[in-house]
T-cell receptor
Framework: GAVVSQHPSRVICKSGTSVKIECRSL??????MFWYRQFPKQSLMLMAT?????????EQGVEKDKFLINHASLTLSTLTVTSAHPEDSSFYIC?????????????FGPGTRLLVL | KNEVEQSPQNLTAQEGEFITINCSYS?????LHWLQQHPGGGIVSLFM???GKKKHGRLIATINIQEKHSSLHITASHPRDSAVYIC??????????FGQGTRLTINP
């Protein structure tokens, strides 16, 4: 089945540093990837929609200058949390949209747990 | 009012019991996902359906578009089914709207 990977799976960083998270579709091309954030005991919240070769579409309330998204190829999207602060500590999940045989679905990555000290 | 309401929020059952999780939504949808999130956080898409009923092994998902309601059933539940189950309708362009999730615990 389709697999989406994320790297790193866990990261601890100091406040003020930038953290890059990679999302890769391993056996299919994904023109669209999605980035979600999940705080403890809360549901996933869509942060942005990443389209290959174009600018990402951010959800209301998500700062595009703080959460930089680059979807440079059909198999890779990156999310960079710039100047991270403790309130950015969260679980970040990506998903990749796959279109096959006229049927669309999404495959989710395993997530990246970010802790900002 | 939330766009997606799941019930129950928490469910504890004994191994072997038949489990039902319900989802009501108010958004217009093109399809609906049922997702499973394990304690480590990883998410697996169990079903995507836009009408009727789908079955994978012990899992069954149904949807009634007119009533804006979907259910997830687990037959012969097992402790390894313990997870959070999330209902996620999609509204246009595959944008998912997530329910709060149902935390299921199956005791041996």
């Amino acid at each position: 089945g389709a697999v989406v990977s994320q790297h790193p799976s866990r990261v601890i960083c100091k406040s003020g540093t930038s953290v890059k998270i990679e999302c890769r579709s391993l056996d299919f091309q994904a023109t669209t990837m999605f980035w979600y954030r999940q705080f403890p005991k809360q549901s996933l919240m869509l942060m942005a929609t990443s389209n290959e070769g174009s600018k990402a579409t951010y959800e209301q309330g998500v700062e595009k200058d703080k959460f930089l998204i680059n979807h440079a190829s059909l198999t890779l999207s990156t999310l960079t949390v710039t100047s991270a602060h403790p309130e950015d500590s969260s679980f970040y999940i990506c998903s990749a949209r796959r279109l096959a045989g006229g049927w669309e679905t999404q495959y989710f990555g395993p997530g990246t747990r970010l802790l900002v000290l | 009012k939330n766009e997606v309401e799941q019930s129950p929020q928490n469910l504890t059952a004994q191994e072997g019991e038949f489990i039902t999780i319900n989802c009501s939504y108010s958004v217009g949808i093109s399809a609906l996902h049922w997702l499973q999130q394990h304690p480590g956080g990883g998410i697996v898409s169990l079903f995507m359906l836009s009408s009727g009923k789908k079955k994978h092994g012990r899992l069954i998902a149904t949807i009634n578009i007119q009533e804006k309601h979907s259910s997830l059933h687990i037959t012969a539940s097992h402790p390894r089914d313990s997870a959070v189950y999330i209902c996620a309708p999609t509204e246009g362009a595959q944008k998912l709207v997530f329910g709060q999730g149902t935390r299921l615990t199956i005791n041996p």
